[in-house]
């Protein structure tokens, strides 16, 4: 390999160092299931999600925290308006060329949205993320993640329920991963 395109090769494929900056946008499908007295309710969900990552990368090891909005829609009409939103710390590890392998553990996840007309709070969820990104493109990867969790407490109207649904998902994001 001549100087030049190893020059090139190493700014795209070698191992950097620097603040990640990463704006996230994607889609994602699942299911919330609450277990209320025994019995079990099933909801299947589609619905959009943006945010972000922010951390540091040294050589191929990527950390920091990663922020996702989502906004849901139910096969069910009894839900309406539901949005979650959700603090993870991750570690990525970029496999060369062409992947990147990384986790997370949701540390603060809450929500909210209308069942049956009536407003549920979601509260204290917590959770962990599994994804593999495309890195190929040098302005954008592709990536595919599953995420799973579950709330603490959740809230019917003002009635604290005592128990929170849990919730697992597998998202496809797009995101524009920033090295400073």
């Given amino acids: 390999m001549n100087p030049a395109s190893a020059y090139l090769y190493n700014q795209r494929f070698g191992p950097r160092s620097g603040i990640l900056v990463e704006p ?12 209320p007295s025994g019995s079990e309710d099933v909801w ?4 959009t999600g943006y945010g972000g990552r922010v951390g540091f990368q040294y050589g191929r090891v990527q950390l920091g925290v990663d922020y996702l909005n989502s906004n849901l829609t139910f096969e069910s009409k009894d ?8 603090w993870s710390g991750f570690i990525g590890l ?21 069942y049956n007309y009536q407003k ?7 959770g962990t993320k599994f994804g593999i990104g495309f890195t190929g493109i040098p302005f954008l990867n592709i990536n595919f993640e599953y995420t799973q969790g579950e709330f603490g407490d959740a809230k019917d109207g003002g009635t604290v329920l005592g ?3 849990t919730y697992h998902s597998y998202m496809f994001t797009l995101s ?4 400073i």
Wanted: zero cysteines; hydrophobic letters at 35%; glycine letters at 16%.
């Fill in 79 to 86: 839900w309406e308006k539901t949005k979650l939103s959700a």
């Fill in 120 to 126: 549920v709070i979601f509260l204290e969820g917590t």
């Fill in 94 to 114: 970029k496999i060369p060329r062409l992947w990147r392998l990384y986790g997370g553990y949701t540390f603060s996840a809450t929500g909210e949205g209308y």
């Fill in 176 to 179: 524009i991963p920033i090295l």
């Fill in 44 to 47: 299947a969900f589609t619905g």
């Fill in 24 to 35: 996230v946008y994607g889609f994602s499908s699942g299911e919330l299931v609450s277990k």
């Fill in 163 to 165: 128990y929170g649904p």
